[in-house]
């Protein structure tokens, strides 16, 4: 069946650092791919997403490229703030139909000032 | 209200207890689905209806019970149930059109505690 493996944290990162969290995927055909962030005590929120290989997606300084070749769809923002602490979350989508997601663990980031 | 709203957002009961947590769905959306979030595991996924008819159950024990009776609310009754369903909850929406990308919103959560 589908997998999604990502870094479990907590990781921890100074104020301006760079960010990368790893995401790797296992599925059958050629899944959509989504990053999903949670606040706490919030649900999960939509951050940004990619349908096909080689497609970038973007939103508020984050980005992730879906690799065909490594499976993978790994976030990255060049300078975090205090505000970008949360919990996210890898997932991706089989197929377009009302399909439920399968999600990874989750990374704690904790951003320090 | 806007986007996905669920009720309780905090729920404490006992085992023998019968409860219903609510979710609504403000986007005109004809999918529905419930999930489970649970510490240290990957979020579960549960029940999925689409334009109201349940498509997905994904062997979820008897005690827990979804209803959908149209396409804005999604309800999920729970009797008899064990301390390791303590969890959050979550609802989420989407528009199903076939061959689009499943895109989907998802609601504050209800956080269970069973005693």
């Given at each position: 069946?589908?997998?999604?493996?990502?870094?479990?944290?907590?990781?921890?990162?100074?104020?301006?650092?760079?960010?990368?969290?790893?995401?790797?995927?296992?599925?059958?055909?050629?899944?959509?791919?989504?990053?999903?962030?949670?606040?706490?005590?919030?649900?999960?929120q939509l951050l940004l997403k990619?349908?096909?290989?080689?497609?970038?997606?973007?939103?508020?300084?984050?980005?992730?490229?879906?690799?065909?070749?490594?499976?993978?769809?790994?976030?990255?923002?060049?300078?975090?703030?205090?505000?970008?602490?949360?919990?996210?979350?890898?997932?991706?989508?089989?197929?377009?139909?009302?399909?439920?997601?399968?999600?990874?663990?989750?990374?704690?980031?904790?951003?320090?000032? | 209200?806007?986007?996905?709203?669920?009720?309780?957002?905090?729920?404490?009961?006992?085992?023998?207890?019968?409860?219903?947590?609510?979710?609504?769905?403000?986007?005109?959306?004809?999918?529905?689905?419930?999930?489970?979030?649970?510490?240290?595991?990957?979020?579960?996924?549960?029940?999925?209806?689409?334009?109201?008819?349940?498509?997905?159950?994904?062997?979820?024990?008897?005690?827990?019970?979804?209803?959908?009776?149209?396409?804005?609310?999604?309800?999920?009754?729970?009797?008899?149930?064990?301390?390791?369903?303590?969890?959050?909850?979550?609802?989420?929406?989407?528009?199903?059109?076939?061959?689009?990308?499943?895109?989907?919103?998802?609601?504050?959560?209800?956080?269970?505690?069973?005693?």
């Amino acid at each position: 069946g589908d997998s999604v493996t990502q870094m479990e944290g907590p990781v921890t990162l100074s104020e301006e650092a760079f960010l990368t969290i790893n995401c790797t995927y296992t599925a059958t055909g050629y899944p959509s791919l989504f990053w999903y962030v949670q606040y706490p005590g919030e649900g999960l929120q939509l951050l940004l997403k990619a349908t096909k290989a080689d497609d970038k997606g973007s939103n508020k300084g984050f980005e992730a490229t879906y690799r065909k070749e490594t499976t993978s769809f790994h976030l990255e923002k060049g300078s975090v703030q205090v505000s970008d602490s949360a919990v996210y979350f890898c997932a991706l989508s089989e197929g377009g139909g009302a399909d439920g997601l399968t999600f990874g663990k989750g990374t704690h980031l904790i951003i320090q000032p | 209200e806007t986007g996905v709203t669920q009720t309780p957002r905090h729920l404490v009961m006992g085992m023998t207890n019968k409860k219903s947590l609510k979710c609504e769905q403000h986007l005109g959306h004809n999918a529905m689905y419930w999930y489970k979030q649970s510490a240290k595991k990957p979020l579960e996924l549960m029940f999925v209806y689409s334009l109201e008819e349940r498509v997905e159950n994904n062997s979820v024990p008897s005690r827990f019970s979804p209803e959908c009776p149209n396409s804005s609310h999604l309800f999920l009754h729970l009797h008899t149930l064990q301390p390791e369903d303590s969890a959050l909850y979550l609802c989420a929406s989407s528009q199903f059109i076939s061959g689009s990308l499943n895109e989907q919103f998802f609601g504050p959560g209800t956080r269970l505690t069973v005693l």
